[in-house]
């Protein structure tokens, strides 16, 4: 499956990006980053601080392909689209998709559900997605991003 045929199943909307537009997206993501390592945070907040970065990067992928995703599901299919934007294998994709659901329970339905090194490892990452979206910019989207 394509990102065209996401969009004729209404999952994804064209989207024109701009290097200010993907600038901006990239500032949350260090900002999230860091954040992510403040000194006396919950684990349940840091897990959800580094999910954020994470997504924003995963965001960034997908307007520089050309698309948004819809409302309906729109964390789940901005993760899934790694996949296909900048060819994240699916564990990793897996493994994101782990951390959505646990940012869920631990952020609408229990608290103290996210352990130490489950925070950790969203962080590690996110960074990681971070590095690899950047990566795929310069290469197959010089004008977006710059050095």
């Not at 994804?12 to 993907?22: F, R, T």
């Not at 309906?72 to 699916?90: C, N």
């Not at 609408?108 to 090194?117: I, K, M, R």
């Amino acid at each position: 499956m394509s990102l065209r045929d996401w969009q004729k199943n209404s999952w994804l909307v064209e989207h024109k990006s701009s290097p200010e537009e993907i600038a901006a997206l990239f500032a949350i993501v260090e900002r999230d980053l860091a954040s992510a390592k403040v000194a006396g945070l919950g684990d349940d907040w840091r897990l959800s601080i580094a999910y954020n970065a994470a997504l924003q990067a995963a965001t960034a992928a997908l307007a520089a392909s050309g698309f948004r995703a819809a409302r309906e599901q729109h964390h789940y299919r901005t993760i899934q689209s790694l996949a296909l934007t900048i060819g994240w294998p699916a564990a990793k994709v897996e493994r994101f998709d782990r951390f959505r659901k646990k940012r869920n329970i631990g952020g609408y339905e229990t608290a103290g559900v996210v352990s130490e090194q489950e925070a950790r490892e969203m962080h590690e990452l996110a960074v990681g997605l971070r590095d690899d979206v950047l990566a795929w910019l310069r290469k197959h989207h010089p004008k977006l991003v710059g050095r």
